[in-house]
């Protein structure tokens, strides 16, 4: 383990309001080193490291299976006691399953992530462009089965569900429709749930590299910003991941988004709490 002899301040723009939490989708780059992380930083330390800047961390791995429980208590250890964790449902319950008779695979996940305790936040079922509305009653019946007690939010790509039905099914069941920034449904906004999930996408199969900035987001991000701080203002929470193929590299994206949001979540603007 590197020692850190002169550890990063903490971000200023981390705890830029107690209900906002962004964060990159995953934190295991190689071409962060430099850029982003101090150079040869090392595998294991990238976690700590990247925690001294963000909150929270979208988990990606999770979608290809369920994590050991060491790992997970690994990713415990090393943040601070106010980190979150979101994490993508594995496929195998999402893609190959498809919601029906993998009681016991969601069991085990969810216990596993479980071993996060306090730090545990949404969990995210993501499904694949062809799982369409006529699969409703399976999505019921798996969210009828969920414990109690956890976030949860739905990624769906199939234009069929964007039906008040499907809303008031997510809102009986307080899970988050997650938001888009790319794809069939983007800038799409429906709110169901005391918590959005905003997911900044992009194409995989255009940038090589993700050690810099190379596409031209503000815009998209000026779009985002009023309605991140209206939901903010009326008592919600935000959980926010930006992945490097959304604009080239997470980390500078992540802090342009925060510091447009600073400017917009000012002390002085009605709605926003001075003592936050």
Known sequence: MTESLFPLPVDPLRTLHPRLFLGSAGWSYDDWDGPFYPPK??????????????????????????????????????????????????????????????????????????ELGPKLGPLLLQFPPSFAADRMRHLEEFLEGLPDGLMYAVEIRHRSWLTDEFADLLKRWNVALCLPSAGGLERFWRVTSQFVYIRWLGRPDVLERYDHVQIDREEDIEWWVPRIRHFLD???????????????????????ISETLAQSLSPAQPGHDSEE
């Not at 009326?234 to 342009?256: D, I, M």
């Open 41 to 114: 930083t090392s595998s294991y330390d990238r976690l700590t490291r990247y925690a001294e800047r963000f909150r929270t961390v979208e988990i990606d791995s999770t979608f290809y299976g369920t994590p050991t429980m060491k790992t997970v208590q690994g990713w415990h250890q090393r943040t601070p006691d106010d980190f979150i964790f979101s994490a993508k449902f594995p496929r195998a319950i999402t893609h190959e399953a498809r919601l029906r008779n993998c009681g016991e695979q969601t069991y085990r996940f969810i216990e596993t992530m479980s």
């Open 234 to 256: 009326y008592g919600g929470s935000v959980f926010g991941y930006v992945n490097n193929n959304y604009a080239g590299h997470s980390p500078e994206t992540l802090r342009t």
